[in-house]
């Protein structure tokens, strides 16, 4: 168990290869119980990878992560208890096209959390209902925006009742139209005090709802910053150009 004093996750000095490429270079970044981080910087920096390696989706080679008292590189960590602690929400929304919104929310509920067929209906539905989609629990994935599908998938995250959730990039792939309604699940999450790490280039959400903002660029960490300071004053010149680009 994490005492109170610890960080909710904890990454230090994290390297990574793939093959001969190091594509993480001796990361370290704490997040504590509650924050919003964002990371940023730009593409092929090692964002995906970085937290992909927190709910092991991909090993690493030096350095450790800690989430919530366990140690995710530990050959004794026990991946589904880990990946339950910790929700995921990809670019691409990854629904299973041949199941229902509610059979998608309740399958890791009943498969790794053990919950009665009622259990995991009843949090479903609590959860459709929080992201705005309380009509649409029979649909199939592909007769929905996709704004919708992302909802979705944020709720079938939250339905293992996640201690850290984990975004890389949920708006990218998202019609302008539709950004706004993903965007505002986030930050009732984000005010429910749900601890986030997310990867995203919506630098409105960066300033207005992070607790900090993180600066990734090939492989490093160069800036991690309140976002106050990091839009307005940041001394790093890569960071600087990214925001002149992306601003
Ligand atoms: P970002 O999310 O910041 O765009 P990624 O973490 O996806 O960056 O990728 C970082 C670098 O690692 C890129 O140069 C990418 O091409 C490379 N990379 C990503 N995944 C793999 C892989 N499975 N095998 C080899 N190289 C990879
Ligand atoms: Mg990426």
Do not use: W
């Not at 993180?214 to 150009?241: C, K, S, W, Y």
């Amino acid at each position: 168990m994490r005492s109170s004093a610890e960080p909710m996750i904890a990454v230090r000095n994290l390297d990574k290869y793939y093959g001969r490429f190091h594509v993480l270079r001796s990361c370290t970044l704490d997040v504590a119980d509650g924050e919003v981080v964002v990371i940023c910087g730009p593409s092929g920096s090692g964002k995906s990878t970085l937290i992909k390696c927190m709910n092991a989706l991909e090993t690493f080679d030096g350095g450790e992560i800690v989430i919530d008292g366990v140690s995710v590189g530990d050959p004794a960590c026990n991946l589904p208890k880990l990946r339950s602690k910790v929700g995921m929400v990809f670019q691409q929304f990854e629904l299973f096209p041949h199941l229902d919104v509610e059979q998608n929310i309740m399958l890791a509920q009943r498969r790794v959390l053990g919950r009665s067929l009622k259990e995991a209906r009843d949090r479903s539905r609590q959860l459709l209902e929080r992201v705005g989609l309380a009509a649409h629990a029979l649909k199939y994935p592909s007769a929905l925006s996709g704004g919708q599908q992302q909802r979705v998938a944020i709720a079938r995250g939250l339905a293992m009742d996640p201690k850290v959730m984990l975004f890389d990039e949920p708006t990218s792939s998202l019609d302008p139209e539709m950004i706004g309604e993903v965007l505002d699940v986030m930050i009732q999450l984000a005010r429910d005090g749900m601890t986030m790490v997310c990867v995203t280039h919506e630098m409105g959400f960066a300033r207005h709802v992070a607790s900090s903002v993180v600066f990734m660029d090939e492989g490093r960490i160069l800036e991690q910053a309140d976002p106050a300071t990091f839009f307005d004053h940041t001394a790093n010149e890569r960071a600087r150009r990214f925001l002149d680009n992306v601003l």
